[in-house]
């Protein structure tokens, strides 16, 4: 069990109003907030501890690189990973895009096939259409069923010979819903295809091991775990980063240089190309150990009791439309919805009256938004620091938007 | 609960003008791809003047009761005059509109600016 009123206070912001009212933060899919131990963490990086990482024969070099390094292995600890796996990079975006890139160069040729699914965020399509124009692949979606999971048996039938990616998201950042990503590797790995995981919304929430997992690849955003915007982690199994080519050149990813031809740096220093951002690596590493002193399996916990109360409200409220699965154990901490033809951004606007602040739009998924016949959606997604009076003042806010506009 | 005014309310509630006109002059269509925000606007001119007008759309409460009261707002009104019409105008007669949502009550006038120059 966690104290959340001591928790809480570990989050300035959350002593804010908004509009005049205490802020309820009902949107850390989006971006989490930051409790002080990570603001700090990279305040002080700043104010004692600031060099460039692995350049300097200074001691103040030194100890900023031995910090940047720790920010790796505690990283690598976090997801039952070696720290040589562990690139940092800007966010889940530029990871997927990297190892989109590195595939295509590698594994992808004319006529081969990419999976990614129908639930994904623009982010782990659109790294994958690109490579599939670019090489002359195909690029194929696995449907979902009316449930809001995967369509496994269509995915079986996509899967073939020269499929060489298959990429998803570990949990739907709409939808919720958290995929079998275990399953899928192993047959995607029968047939010698490289698994990709989205763990945006997966790794801030529940504990992930990349051992059990399944993939060869995963990518997450620091900011989306109580992290410094800026800092993702890509995590790949050696035998990729190894055959991998960079991404991005330039300094500090190389052992030598001449004028036409050039000798890089081992993974992970490969993929780092120019200076890192080291501080937010740091306030990453602030954020992993105030996540694990808490304990993973605690925070899971917390969400899905908050999930679950929410999904219960919602559907008692018969002018509410809710998206994806409506077992709060099948689903991540966030819950898609409508209020029946009333546009989101209404809904939204109306609470934000109200001091609460929830996500309306198409959440990065058009896709997806058009298979479920909608132009856009409300999400309230809850982290660590939410309490069961926030979603229940969300829920009651929602009867008076209601009134207003219906 | 009251942040939007009462007459973007009443206009979402009760749109005035909605539907189409059977033989328009003029018509301007404007779709916010983002949010699935759309209006189209139909004119019926005589002398130079709105001799008659009509809305259609779906969308935000914003958009589609900035649509309804624009109607009323160029009826009468000539060309010349509605080209010269300005974005505080139908702010104004919408009470105030809310700063993270001025792009759905300026949809249906860039509807207007559209039909004006087809």
């Not at chain 1, 790294?127 to 449907?143: D, F, N, S, T």
């Not at chain 1, 109580?226 to 991005?248: C, D, N, Q, R, Y």
């Not at chain 2, 973007?8 to 404007?30: A, C, F, M, T």
């Not at chain 2, 001119?45 to 109607?71: E, M, N, P, W, Y």
């Amino acid at each position: 069990m966690m104290d959340l009123a001591k928790l809480r206070a570990d989050f300035p912001i959350l002593g804010r109003l908004e509009n005049g009212k205490p802020l309820i933060y009902l949107d850390s899919a989006a971006t989490s907030q930051k409790p002080i131990q990570v603001i700090e963490t990279e305040a002080r990086f700043y104010r004692e501890q600031n060099a460039n990482v692995r350049r300097g024969v200074y001691l103040l070099s030194h100890e900023a690189t031995e910090l940047y390094e720790a920010a790796r292995r505690m990283v690598a600890e976090f997801l039952g990973a070696r720290a040589e796996e562990i690139v940092f990079t800007r966010g889940t975006t530029e990871g997927l895009n990297l190892a989109a890139w590195a595939l295509g160069e590698t594994r992808v040729s004319l006529g081969d096939r990419i999976i990614v699914t129908e639930m994904e965020h623009h982010a782990n399509i659109l790294p994958w259409q690109e490579l599939a124009r670019r090489k002359g692949a195909e690029l194929l979606a696995v449907p979902i069923t009316e449930g809001g999971h995967l369509d496994l048996s269509a995915f079986r039938k996509m899967l073939n010979r020269r499929t060489k990616v298959v990429a998803l998201a570990h949990v739907s950042n709409v939808l919720g819903t958290i995929n079998p990503v275990g399953e899928i590797a192993e047959e995607a790995h029968r047939v010698g295809a490289v698994v990709v995981v989205d763990a945006a919304q997966s790794v801030p929430h529940m504990p992930v091991s990349v051992k059990e997992l399944g993939a060869d690849v995963l990518a997450f955003s620091g900011h989306k775990m109580l992290g410094p915007t800026g800092i993702g982690v890509l995590w790949a199994k050696s035998e990729l980063l190894e055959e991998w080519p960079p991404f991005l050149t330039g300094g500090e990813m190389i052992r030598e240089v001449w004028l036409d031809r050039a000798v890089w740096a081992d993974p992970p220093a490969k993929f780092e190309a120019g200076t890192p951002p080291i501080a937010q690596a740091i306030g990453l590493a602030a954020a992993v150990e105030y996540l694990a002193g808490i304990g993973m399996p605690t925070v899971n916990a917390h969400g899905r009791e908050l999930t679950a109360l929410a999904l219960e409200g919602l559907q008692t409220r018969s002018f509410v439309e809710i998206y994806g699965p409506r077992d709060p154990k099948e689903r991540g901490a966030l819950v898609s919805f409508n209020l029946k033809g009333l546009h989101p951004h209404d809904v939204a606007t109306l609470l934000d009256q109200e001091g609460i602040c929830i996500r309306a739009g198409h959440h990065c998924a058009q896709p997806l938004h058009r298979r479920l016949g909608i132009p856009a959606s409300c999400r309230a997604s809850f982290y660590l620091y939410n309490t069961r009076e926030e979603v229940e003042a969300f829920l009651a806010a929602l009867d008076r938007v209601w009134e207003a506009l219906r | 609960m009251s942040p939007y005014e009462e007459v973007i309310l009443d206009h979402w509630k009760n749109p005035r003008n909605k539907g189409r006109l059977s033989d328009p002059d003029l018509v301007g269509v404007e779709v916010n791809p983002l949010c699935g925000d759309a209006v189209r606007l139909e004119l019926k001119v005589a002398d130079g003047k709105v001799a008659d007008v009509r809305f259609d759309g779906h969308g935000c409460a914003i958009s589609q009761a900035a649509a309804s009261l624009l109607t009323e707002l160029i009826q009468g009104r000539t060309l010349a005059e509605l080209r010269e019409m300005k974005d505080e105008e139908l702010l104004s007669a919408l009470g105030g509109v809310i700063q993270t949502r001025l792009n759905c009550a300026l949809l249906p006038l860039r509807a207007l600016r559209k039909a004006l120059k087809s």
